[in-house]
């Protein structure tokens, strides 16, 4: 502290210098005025009074001038150097993801954060970069072996929780306080909602700040325009005229897909059938379902374990029975492309994924590729059709809170992290992230307006994420100030932007975001996150595929499987705190 | 050239200062344990070192500090063997394990020695070396592209296998489900893995051939005995000791787990008969969970039954008059 308090005193110091030297310019310019004008009256002295005149204007400027000058150069060092630059060169290493092959850390946007923080806080920064697939791993491996970067995420608070109880984690909730005037941007973007969202009520320790989600739009239903168009059929408003759609697609593969109608799939999933046949789940549960039993029954973020979810799987199990879903989605893993293939080259009819999915990855996008394969009429749009209980579309929304991240105990540099964080949080930073440089990232429409540009991923200007969320790590979706919403439809070149917009009005339609009660840590999700969704994601697949007699069994068993290896542990947690703190009472 | 290194080597070595017989001593055999001491400081270090980790399997679970600085875990530290047992998934895994490696067992041991005799009956000489060095080939694949290709090959509906099949059969909905049913998908597991590794196993059979004396098949054959007589009374039982020393080594590995085979292999559809001891550790331990001391706890065990398995059927093979390994 006393090297930064020495920091503020030299700033003070060369900021007084500053005015003092700007005053001496003023005195000096006066005299000179003064001087010339004196020139001027005795030179002209025909136009004495016109002279005069201009004399005295030319003084009066030039005064002016000097004074710009001083105020200038009295208001120039405190806007530049920050009173929290390191007097010595810090070092902090932080955690960058990686997607695909390309190289984030050569990027001009990690140039661009190195820069900055070297030259605002004189702290260098150094990017360790691991795969975003395997992030969960990773972090595990790192922290291990003591080698985890200073600043680290997840998306996992669960995972967070562990690593803390083992004496992995560093508690904020001291060095927020202490720091709290050095990290204003950083509060601006959180707010105090996301910074304190995962203190302990009762030890008060803060493990993780969470970060911030700007856009919490999550899933859509997707479907081919062109084959409605072409069968013509309307746009489906309900759940039967979804089913007409895809049976329809079904028993007309020879005209959509003519010599390869062997290929067709009506509606396509993939093994995580949770979070592909979500908007399906969520018109099963009824609409009055309460925060309190939400929050309880809600562990898994697929809300495969609300009343209903059964009746939304058993007709997915019908579907696939009646031969509109893609048989062998089973059989492919986590990131393995063969259903974008299918999806790309035109032989799916619809399915359900993140609201904006077809239309991710610039030129080779769902959309881009479909529009190459089949032609410029092929398009993917997304529809509202799936109606609960009370006739609403509900959707489950996001909240607020996004990525988590955390420092872990190797780290000796808090307040130069903590900095780093206000730092990509200032809104200046992230709009350089996000829309990078002018003419190759995007271009600007007449109303300010970010219009983005494809950019070829080999170059090192292409953005690996959405709207680069690797890199402004505290921010996700777009935040653009008061460019934001003009901005929005243009993020996704070359897709229409009315087709985008069109998206995202859907995906929030009906959206209901759960709440969060603050509760203390629960203990049973520590450490079974894996576990619990490999077990549903794999029952759920067997479910699906299961003959329609067998359906209630396979599912039913696959359940009991579940809350036995964890799940009503959690279940029962969740209930036991909620109530000790709101004396809700649940009941199964 | 060799002899004139050999002679450099023991040259530089120093000289005993223990007596007469033991400077010889090194001097003549110093050069083999300059050669030993290469791979005894890798398994010093690699092997030997790790095992105080073992430690892990009776402490609270940190992957933050070392073991030795970790309290114990409940129950007199043994927590995390009572807690592995009284999960539903680990019995799930155990019962896997030895499932697939009974099996594999049963018809993936003999697959390399009736190979073995068949090449030996080879007649041509460039056919059998040509023959034996294709069959070598599938070894030199990693698990991963056998993965992709046996995907590609015998998936449901776009499996090459079953598009050929639904045209034979003139039904679209007519399947050979390799992968996803839970029995059929045992099959192609076994199947592939002898598909693999039976050709890479014939090598040892094949050495061990070569060391039986022609004479007995040619006093055999002037006895009158046929080609299958001979097999059945001098190349088996030439083989004898080889196969036993070979089937002792397998069932040292009955709860040890190959972990790219099964985890390449697997879908979610057949994971009640796929998720093996392997995986388990490697979805608790690795994967997200960090349960690092249940999963060591998990892994002694393997060990120990490994050892326990390798002492009997040692022993079972020194009772039927074979000489073991031990």
């Known amino acids: ?588 | 050239m060799k002899t004139a290194r050999a002679e450099k080597t023991i040259n530089t070595a120093k000289p005993g200062r223990r007596g007469r017989a033991f400077s010889t001593y090194m001097h003549r055999y110093g050069t083999l344990y300059l050669l030993l001491a290469l791979p005894v400081t890798f398994f010093i270090i690699f092997r030997y070192i790790p095992m105080a980790y073992i430690l892990m399997a009776f402490k609270k679970n940190n992957i933050i500090l070392p073991p030795w600085q970790v309290d114990w875990a409940k129950n007199n530290g043994f927590e995390w063997f009572i807690k592995a047992f009284k999960d539903k998934l680990f019995r799930r895994a155990l019962g896997n394990t030895v499932t697939l490696n009974l099996l594999d067992l049963v018809c993936g041991f003999p697959a390399p020695i009736i190979m073995a005799l068949l090449l030996n009956e080879l007649a041509f000489k460039r056919f059998k070396k040509f023959t034996q060095t294709v069959l070598y080939l599938p070894h030199f694949l990693s698990w991963i592209i056998i993965a992709s290709l046996a995907l590609r090959l015998l998936a449901d509906n776009d499996g090459l296998i079953n598009i050929f099949y639904k045209q034979m059969k003139g039904d679209p909905n007519a399947v050979l489900p390799f992968l996803s049913k839970e029995k059929w998908w045992i099959g192609s597991y076994i199947a592939l893995g002898i598909w693999k590794e039976a050709g890479w196993g014939t090598i040892i059979y094949l050495a061990a051939l070569t060391s039986i004396s022609p004479e007995l098949y040619e006093a055999a054959a002037v006895d009158g005995a046929g080609r299958f007589r001979r097999i059945w009374h001098v190349t088996l039982p030439g083989l004898r000791p080889t196969i036993i020393v070979l089937l002792i080594m397998r069932l040292g590995y009955i709860l040890g787990s190959e972990f790219d085979r099964p985890l390449a292999l697997t879908n979610n559809l057949v994971t009640n008969v796929s998720t093996v001891l392997s995986i388990y550790i490697y979805q608790k331990g690795i994967k997200g969970g960090s349960q690092f001391s249940l999963t060591t706890a998990v892994g002694l065990f393997q060990s120990v039954v490994g050892v326990l398995f390798l002492f009997g059927a040692n022993f079972l093979a020194k009772r039927f008059g074979e000489r073991g390994i031990m």
């Open chain 1, 1 to 588: 502290m006393s090297k930064l308090t020495a920091d503020l005193e030299k700033t003070k110091k060369d900021a007084a210098d500053a005015a003092k030297a700007a005053e001496e310019a003023l005195t000096a310019a006066k005299e000179e005025a003064a001087k010339a004008a004196e020139e001027a009256a005795k030179a002209a002295e025909e136009a004495v009074t016109a002279a005069k005149e201009e004399a005295a204007k030319a003084a009066e400027e030039a005064i002016k001038a000097a004074e710009e000058a001083a105020k200038a150069a009295a208001e120039k060092p405190a806007e530049e150097v920050s009173p929290y630059k390191f007097e010595e060169t810090h070092k902090i290493t932080v955690r960058l993801f990686q997607r695909g092959d390309n190289e984030p850390e050569k990027s001009p946007f990690a140039d661009y954060i190195r820069k900055g923080m070297l030259e605002k806080y004189n702290v260098e920064v150094e990017f360790v970069v691991g795969g975003r697939w395997t992030e969960p791993d990773d972090l595990g491996n790192l922290l291990a072996a003591k080698e985890a970067p200073d600043i680290c995420y997840t998306y996992s608070y669960p995972t967070i929780l562990s690593y803390a109880d083992m004496g992995g984690m560093i508690d904020l909730a001291p060095y927020i306080e202490e720091y709290k005037d050095a990290i204003p941007n950083l509060f601006n973007l959180l707010g105090e909602d996301n910074i304190y969202w995962d203190q302990d009520p009762e030890t008060g320790k803060l493990w993780a700040l969470e970060t911030r989600l700007v856009n919490n739009a999550r899933i859509n239903t997707f479907i081919r325009k062109d084959w409605l168009d072409k069968l013509g059929m309307e746009l489906p408003t309900t759940k039967a005229e979804f089913e007409a759609c895809l049976v329809a697609f079904r028993d007309n593969a020879e005209l959509l897909l003519g010599e390869d109608a062997s290929r067709m799939v009506p509606y396509s999933t993939s093994y995580d059938i949770g979070w592909r046949n979500n908007i399906l789940t969520v018109s099963f549960v009824p609409d009055d379902i309460t925060d309190e039993e939400l929050y309880i029954r809600g562990y898994d973020d697929r809300q495969q374990f609300l009343p209903g979810a059964k009746e939304a799987i058993r007709l997915l199990n019908k579907w696939y029975n009646d031969g509109l879903v893609w048989k062998d989605f089973a059989l492919y893993g986590s990131g393995d492309t063969t259903e974008d293939d299918n999806l790309k080259a035109g032989f799916v009819g619809a399915f359900q994924h993140n609201y904006d999915y077809p239309y991710r990855n610039g030129d080779d996008s769902i959309d881009a590729n479909l529009k190459r394969n089949v032609g410029p009429d092929a398009v993917f749009v997304a529809v509202d059709c799936f109606e609960n209980d009370a006739g609403v579309y509900r959707k489950y929304l996001g909240s607020t809170v996004d990525r988590k991240v955390c420092f872990p105990s190797t780290n000796t540099e808090i307040l130069a992290s903590l900095l780093y964080l206000d730092f990509i949080s200032s809104p200046e930073t992230i709009l350089a992230l996000q829309t990078g440089t002018e003419g190759i990232n995007h271009e600007r429409a007449e109303n300010g307006a970010y219009m983005m540009k494809a950019v070829d991923s080999a170059d090192p200007n292409y953005q690996a994420s959405l709207n680069n969320i690797d890199f402004t790590m505290t921010c996700n979706g777009q935040y653009l100030g008061e460019y934001t919403e003009a901005s929005f439809a243009y993020g996704y070149a070359p897709v229409e932007p009315a087709v985008v917009e069109q998206a995202y009005a859907i995906a929030m339609n009906g959206g209901r975001v759960p709440a969060h009660f603050v509760l203390p840590a629960i203990e049973a999700e520590v450490g079974i996150g894996t576990t619990l969704s490999t077990e549903r994601d794999s029952f759920l697949n067997k479910a699906v595929t299961a003959s329609v007699e067998d359906f209630d069994k396979v599912y039913d068993e696959g359940v009991e499987n579940y809350m036995s290896i964890g799940g009503e542990a959690i279940m029962d947690e969740r209930a036991e705190k909620l109530e000790a703190a709101t004396g809700y009472k649940f009941e199964k």
